[in-house]
């Protein structure tokens, strides 16, 4: 359990480390939380000549309200997500998604932008990032372009994120006034990953009718997805629990490749998809009433 050799560099700016990300290529290897990366490494699963550690690039730790959206520092941890008062108030899913990540150890270290990043299929901040439309800001030498969540998760802990990037920030809205947000997981008991996970939001308008709804799926699959069809049946209908739970069973796409694995066979993944997607609705839809968001 002890990693291969490595070197170890820690810049204390962003550019500083896009220097060295570009020194060193692709035997380099970024360091965020640390959660991820260092179990891998000590399982010789990854093994980087050189890790480049972004801890002490305080710059990219921040949570601020900027131009209508809330912009949220790559480094900043689980913990300050889900104890934000500005993220609590105005776009409350990344905090009730931070809370059912890991454990206090887990969620004191883990980054955002590490966990975006990494991209693992069983994460949960993908689902939330998916349905709240997040943008996510890369850098590089270059300058900096702006994916949006949907075009950045490629496949199995791949993202767009492209050699010599760095992830700086994820940007996420202000919600609108009638909305409803919730995040659903079914843990796996050992780890705390997601077997499913389902984030969703949703906005009513006069008389009752879902006027704007978005649904986020995580663990089901290689990839976090948008549950279009689920979003479609929905759209423009006055809601209710039989409709919501007719949707909901619309969660996993035929074309979707489900995962399977010790903990979940692909039609246990699938069933669960359904009622954690029901479930992610309903709570939405019960804050959305009751205008708590
Ligand atoms: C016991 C345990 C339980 C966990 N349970 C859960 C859970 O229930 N749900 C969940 O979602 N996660 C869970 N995690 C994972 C945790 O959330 C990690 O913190 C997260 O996945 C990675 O974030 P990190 O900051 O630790 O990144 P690191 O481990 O430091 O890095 C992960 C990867 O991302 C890259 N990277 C990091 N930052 C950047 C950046 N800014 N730009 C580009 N690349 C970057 C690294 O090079 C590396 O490849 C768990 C982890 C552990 C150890």
Same mark, same amino acid.
């Given at each position: 359990?002890?990693?291969?050799?490595?070197?170890?560099?820690?810049?204390?700016?962003?550019?500083?480390?896009?220097?060295?990300?570009?020194?060193?290529?692709?035997?380099?290897?970024?360091?965020?939380?640390?959660? =991820?990366?260092?179990?891998?490494?000590?399982?010789?699963?990854?093994?980087?000549?050189?890790?480049?550690?972004?801890?002490?690039?305080?710059?990219?730790?921040?949570?601020?309200?900027?131009?209508?959206?809330?912009?949220?520092?790559?480094?900043?941890? +689980?913990?300050?997500?889900?104890?934000?008062?500005?993220?609590? $108030? #105005?776009?409350?899913?990344?905090p009730q998604t931070a809370w059912?990540?890991?454990? *206090?150890? *887990?969620?004191?270290?883990?980054?955002?932008?590490? =966990?975006?990043?990494?991209?693992?299929?069983?994460?949960?901040?993908?689902?939330?990032?998916?349905?709240?439309?997040?943008?996510?800001?890369?850098?590089?030498?270059?300058?900096?372009?702006?994916?949006?969540?949907?075009?950045?998760?490629?496949?199995?802990?791949?993202?767009?994120?492209?050699?010599?990037?760095?992830? $700086?920030?994820?940007?996420?809205? *202000?919600?609108?006034?009638?909305?409803? $947000?919730?995040?659903?997981?079914? +843990?796996?008991?050992?780890?705390?990953?997601?077997? *499913?996970?389902?984030?969703?939001?949703? $906005?009513?308008? =006069?008389?009752?009718?879902?006027?704007?709804?978005?649904?986020?799926?995580t663990g089901v699959a290689p #990839?976090?997805?948008?549950?279009?069809?689920?979003?479609?049946?929905?759209?423009?209908?006055? @809601?209710?629990?039989?409709?919501?739970?007719?949707?909901?069973?619309?969660?996993?796409?035929?074309?979707?490749?489900?995962?399977?694995?010790?903990? @979940?066979?692909?039609?246990?993944?699938?069933?669960?998809?359904?009622?954690?997607?029901?479930?992610?609705?309903?709570?939405?839809?019960?804050?959305?009433? =009751?205008? #708590?968001?």
């Open positions: 359990m002890i990693p291969a050799a490595f070197e170890y560099h820690a810049p204390k700016s962003l550019e500083e480390a896009l220097r060295l990300l570009n020194r060193h290529g692709s035997e380099a290897k970024l360091l965020a939380g640390g959660h =991820s990366l260092l179990p891998l490494m000590k399982l010789r699963l990854a093994a980087p000549r050189c890790v480049i550690d972004l801890g002490r690039i305080h710059a990219l730790r921040y949570i601020r309200e900027e131009n209508g959206r809330i912009a949220i520092g790559a480094l900043t941890t +689980h913990t300050e997500v889900l104890e934000s008062p500005l993220l609590r $108030t #105005k776009c409350p899913l990344l059912e990540i890991g454990d *206090v150890q *887990v969620r004191n270290r883990g980054t955002i932008g590490g =966990s975006l990043a990494h991209a693992d299929p069983a994460a949960d901040y993908p689902a939330a990032v998916l349905a709240l439309d997040a943008e996510i800001v890369a850098a590089s030498a270059d300058g900096t372009r702006t994916l949006r969540a949907a075009e950045f998760f490629v496949d199995m802990l791949t993202t767009a994120l492209l050699p010599g990037e760095i992830l $700086t920030e994820v940007r996420v809205p *202000v919600l609108p006034p009638g909305t409803g $947000t919730a995040y659903r997981k079914l +843990h796996q008991p050992a780890s705390g990953f997601a077997i *499913v996970g389902a984030a969703a939001r949703l $906005t009513l308008g =006069s008389g009752g009718k879902v006027e704007r709804v978005a649904v986020g799926l #990839k976090a997805y948008r549950a279009a069809a689920v979003e479609k049946a929905l759209t423009g209908k006055k @809601a209710s629990e039989k409709l919501l739970a007719e949707a909901a069973r619309h969660a996993v796409p035929q074309d979707v490749e489900l995962l399977s694995d010790l903990h @979940a066979s692909a039609e246990y993944r699938k069933a669960m998809a359904v009622v954690f997607t029901r479930r992610a609705l309903e709570d939405a839809l019960a804050r959305a009433q =009751s205008k #708590k968001r």
